[in-house]
């Protein structure tokens, strides 16, 4: 992991940022206010069923009860992921601690911190709103297969996955809940962590485009090949989960196995169309970088 001088330097400001201002468990949101469930946690029209048939069958009580549980759900999946990610990132620290600077290590440090204290937070929220844990993302075919290939390779791998996790779902968290109408607690909450995941996605860029820039061109294309699936991975699951049936205190209307009807709401007019909008600066870099078409 070489970086160059313009890079070293963003790092510096990084770690100077972090140290500056940290997250605060106990104040990032007044917890004791509690969330207020006749405000929505996200807007409807980032609902996973809205424009569909199905969406317009449910209840006004329904439709709440789904926004809900999808914000569940992207609060687990920052759960599980961000409590592997001080294990894989103390663990590049210790395998690789004569060849990383000093700075990149302290980041290092720093950002598995960062992660530990979200997790606390996340499973606070899901607490205080009474919400489900998820399971982890696994269940998403072939998906275990795909992250267990990371452990064996250049700690670029284990960045540049994260980045676009850490970046499709910031997207996803800000679009949706940065509004007026949505709960006060959750949205700060939101913002608050956008915040240090700013600084993390920033690091990584310049971690993976520093290598991209030395990197000899067949190993550029193997990396960029590996991350192909990665990137349909995340775009299906940042646009519908089947285990939502799960939750449902009614019978949801997309049964967790019907491969059709979930393709069916992946490529819905209006998913296509939120992608299109939300996910577009990541798409693009992907796009640079050859990862996908
Ligand atoms: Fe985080
Ligand atoms: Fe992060």
């Keep these: 992991m070489v970086l160059n001088e313009k890079s070293h330097k963003t790092v510096k400001t990084l770690i ?52 809900w549980l999808e914000t569940a759900r992207d609060v687990s999946y920052f759960i599980w992921l961000e409590q592997s990610l001080p294990e894989l990132y103390v663990g590049y620290v210790n395998k690789y601690h004569g ?12 950002f598995s911190r960062e992660e530990i204290v ?45 980045l676009l996790i850490e970046w499709f779902a910031e997207l996803n968290s800000i679009y949706q809940t ?8 959750t949205r700060t909450m939101f913002r608050e962590h956008h915040t240090e995941e700013l600084r993390h ?33 995340l775009l299906d699951e ?13 019978e949801f209307p997309i049964a967790i196995g019907d491969t059709e009807k979930i393709k069916e709401i992946r490529n819905s007019p209006n998913n296509l169309r939120l992608n299109e909008a939300r996910f577009r600066d990541v798409r693009e870099w992907c796009q640079k970088y050859k990862i996908i078409d």
Excluded: C
Excluded at 99 to 110: A, C, K, T
Excluded at 178 to 185: E, K, N, S, V
Excluded at 216 to 229: L, Y
């Design 16 to 67: 100077n940022a972090s140290h500056r201002k940290l997250l605060q468990l106990d104040t990032v949101v007044p917890w004791a206010d509690g969330v207020d469930l006749n405000k929505p946690p996200k807007i409807e029209e980032a609902g996973w069923l809205y424009g569909t048939p199905y969406w317009d069958a449910l209840t006004p009580a329904q439709r709440s009860e789904v926004l």
């Design 99 to 110: 060849g990383l600077s000093d700075d990149v290590r302290e980041y290092l440090m720093i």
């Design 118 to 162: 979200h997790t606390l937070m996340f499973r606070r929220y899901l607490e205080t709103a009474k919400l489900p844990l998820w399971s982890h993302p696994e269940n998403i075919p072939n998906f275990s297969k795909f992250e267990d290939q990371l452990a064996g390779k250049h700690p670029v791998y284990g960045i540049i996955w994260n």
């Design 178 to 185: 940065q509004h007026d109408i949505i709960d006060p607690l």
């Design 201 to 233: 996605i920033a690091f990584a860029r310049h971690v993976a485009e520093n290598y991209f820039a030395n990197a000899p061109a067949g190993e550029i294309d193997e990396v960029s090949d590996f991350f192909k699936k990665g990137y349909v991975f």
């Design 238 to 250: 940042y646009t519908y989960m089947p285990e939502i049936a799960r939750f449902t205190s009614f």
